[in-house]
């Protein structure tokens, strides 16, 4: 598959700090990519690196072919950016907004339909103060799509929104990848990179730590999946010891805990069938990248 950017290398510091060391990584045409780390770890100046908005201090970036520091009329015509410290004035009218993003670029999509997509047709006179949250985020997509770019990098773009309004935007950011273009999504969340990545790289400390996609990277953890749910009878919840993939079976009072291996909840859920049993609550405990963050640091994501 096609490397539509390329890293090397990459090393910035600011005075003192290495925020960025050392980082190398590709990412293809039409995927998601997402860039997940802790606060400070490096992820906005790797992508404003990239971008063409900071000056690496070493390494090299290539963005479709293009050296952000030699050609950054030609790059920034052709990719869509949503900054985390994106600003618009309060009072600025969404119409405003798009017109004034519109004159960034030599060609711009007409944004009549745009703004109709992206669901903010009836706000065109509002105020950037006066939208909500994920209205203000639609918009912030709305003017990264302005110049129908091929690779669109959003940084943040979830946070400070209410867990409902996450979840929809994750639909806006598949939509936007339907849309055949390839997005870099950075965030600090990890089930976000969990649930929309294709390849997630873990950036911690200014240093690439891990690179793959969420399923290899929580498979190399090698951790066992935990089956939880309660009895409801008296049944000895050890002859479930013999079910394939069970490595461990306990039973406190009426909860009854199993770990193991493969599709641990479907063969857990034939076995009580056969027992007769079916427990309203049976649930399924598997490790994500949260524990593979923790497994490669020490720490906690969110310490
Ligand atoms: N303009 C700046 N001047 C000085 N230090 C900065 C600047 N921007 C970021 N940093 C520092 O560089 C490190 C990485 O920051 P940043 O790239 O914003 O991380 P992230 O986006 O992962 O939160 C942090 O230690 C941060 O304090
Ligand atoms: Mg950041």
Known sequence: MEHIIEVNHLRKVYGETVAVEDVSFNVRQGEIFGIVGPNGAGKTTTIESIIGLRKPDGGSVQVLGIEPQKQPRELSNRIGIQLQQAAIPERLKVWEALDLYASFYDRTVPWQPLIEEWGLADKRNTPFGKLSGG?????????????????????????????????????????????????????????????????????????????????????????????????????????????????????????????????????????????????????????????????????????
């Open 135 to 303: 209205q203000q985020q639609r918009l912030f997509i709305a003017l990264a799509l302005l110049n129908d770019p091929e690779i669109v990098f959003l940084d943040e773009l979830t946070t400070g929104l209410d867990p409902q309004a996450r979840r929809a935007t994750w639909d806006l950011v598949r939509a936007i990848r339907d849309q055949n273009k390839t997005v870099v999504l950075i965030t600090h969340f990890m089930d976000e990179v969990q649930a929309l990545a294709d390849r997630v790289a873990i950036i911690d400390n200014g240093r690439l730590i891990a690179l793959d996609t969420p399923q290899a990277l929580v498979a190399d953890l090698g951790a066992e999946t935990r089956v939880h749910f309660s009895l409801q009878n008296g049944f000895d919840a050890n002859v479930l010891q013999d079910v394939e993939g069970v490595t461990a079976v306990s039973q406190q009072n009426r909860q009854v805990n199993i770990q193991g291996n493969g599709p641990l909840l479907a063969n857990i859920a034939t076995a009580l069938s056969k027992y007769n049993i079916a427990p309203s609550d049976l649930s399924v405990e598997q490790a994500n990248l949260e524990d593979v963050f923790l497994a490669l640091t020490g720490r906690a994501i969110r310490a």
